[in-house]
C-alpha cells in the first residue's frame, strides 16, 4: 500500500498569495493614513512647535513605510 501526497504548484502558491491582503498591507495603510493626516494637521497648528512635532510624526510613518516596503523580499 502507498500514498501519495499531492504537492501544489509552486506558481499557484505565490499567485494566490500575493493577492491577499495581509496584516501588514493594512498596517502599511494606517502609517500612511497617519502621516497625511499629521501633515494636514500641522497646517491648521498655530504653535510652531505643535507643527513641528505633527511634521516630526508624519515623517516617522512614511519613513516606517518605506522601510517595510525596502526590507521586504
Known amino acids: 500500500m ?3 501526497t499531492e ?3 509552486r506558481s499557484e502558491t505565490v499567485e494566490s498569495s500575493s493577492r491577499k491582503t ?3 498591507d493594512w498596517a502599511v495603510f494606517g502609517c500612511l493614513a497617519a502621516g497625511g493626516v499629521g ?3 500641522a497646517f491648521e ?3 510652531p512647535s ?3 512635532l505633527c511634521l ?3 515623517v516617522a510613518a ?3 513605510v518605506f522601510y517595510v516596503h525596502l526590507r521586504k523580499p
Open 2 to 4: 502507498t500514498t501519495q
Open 7 to 9: 504537492i501544489p504548484d
Open 22 to 24: 495581509t496584516a501588514l
Open 39 to 41: 501633515i494636514v494637521k
Open 45 to 47: 497648528m498655530e504653535s
Open 50 to 52: 505643535g507643527v513641528l
Open 56 to 58: 516630526l510624526g508624519s
Open 62 to 64: 512614511f519613513g516606517m
